[in-house]
T-cell receptor
Framework: AQSVTQLGSHVSVSEGALVLLRCNYS??????LFWYVQYPNQGLQLLLK??????LVKGINGFEAEFKKSETSFHLTKPSAHMSDAAEYFC????????????FGAGTRLFVKA | DADVTQTPRNRITKTGKRIMLECSQT?????MYWYRQDPGLGLRLIYY???????NKGEISDGYSVSRQAQAKFSLSLESAIPNQTALYFC?????????FGPGTRLTVL
């Protein structure tokens, strides 16, 4: 069965600092991995996804994530945080079983300090 | 205009009342989903539908029912609302592996 663990329910960084949000997954088959972002009072929107191509995936707004099979990780990074990055971030894993079934992590809220 | 819309956006109701949350999409996707979001628990799947004639239970379907009236419409009902159904509810559609979410409905059951 697939599962997702996000380490840290809250992360706080200073503007301009590195953003690192951690995600570990388990999956019985090669996984599809995603990061979604939720801004206040909005639904989730796709930030980036890994689907077995390049292990370093680039997304919107300068975010990227690296798939590491040996560590079963898919951590999200951004070199320099901006105030507008403050949001909740969800890691998700999908398996194809006649249709895609997606499991979401509990979420990590990112705070950016001026 | 938003591709996935949800009505109402906010609802306060009392224990025992019947509530319907509606979702409409203009993306032309066959697959639609209902999730609930609770703090610290992420999103949990309530029901999903791969086409108009296909309805499937998710991990937390007890106390909920759904109706897929058309490709574009997928409604979630709480037949007799209870306080622990207070949550943020999201509708989503998908094509292949990517999901597209509505803005959410904040439901409070008193």
């Amino acid at each position: 069965a697939q599962s997702v663990t996000q380490l840290g329910s809250h992360v706080s960084v200073s503007e301009g600092a590195l953003v690192l949000l951690r995600c570990n997954y388990s999956s019985s088959v090669p996984p599809y991995l995603f990061w979604y972002v939720q801004y206040p009072n909005q639904g989730l929107q796709l930030l980036l996804k890994y689907t077995s191509a390049a292990t370093l995936v680039k997304g919107i707004n300068g975010f990227e994530a690296e798939f590491k099979k040996s560590e079963t990780s898919f951590h999200l990074t951004k070199p320099s945080a901006h105030m507008s990055d403050a949001a909740e971030y969800f890691c998700a894993v999908s398996e194809y079983t006649g249709g895609f079934k997606t499991i979401f992590g509990a979420g990590t809220r990112l705070f950016v300090k001026a | 205009d938003a591709d996935v819309t949800q009505t109402p956006r906010n609802r306060i109701t009392k224990t025992g009342k019947r509530i319907m949350l509606e979702c409409s999409q203009t993306k032309g996707h066959d697959r639609m989903y209902w999730y609930r979001q609770d703090p610290g628990l992420g999103l949990r799947l309530i029901y999903y539908s791969f086409d108009v004639k296909d309805i499937n239970k998710g991990e937390i379907s007890d106390g909920y029912s759904v109706s897929r009236q058309a490709q574009a419409k997928f409604s979630l009902s709480l037949e007799s609302a209870i306080p622990n159904q207070t949550a943020l509810y999201f509708c989503a559609t998908s094509v292949a592996d990517t999901q597209y979410f509505g803005p959410g409905t904040r439901l409070t059951v008193l």
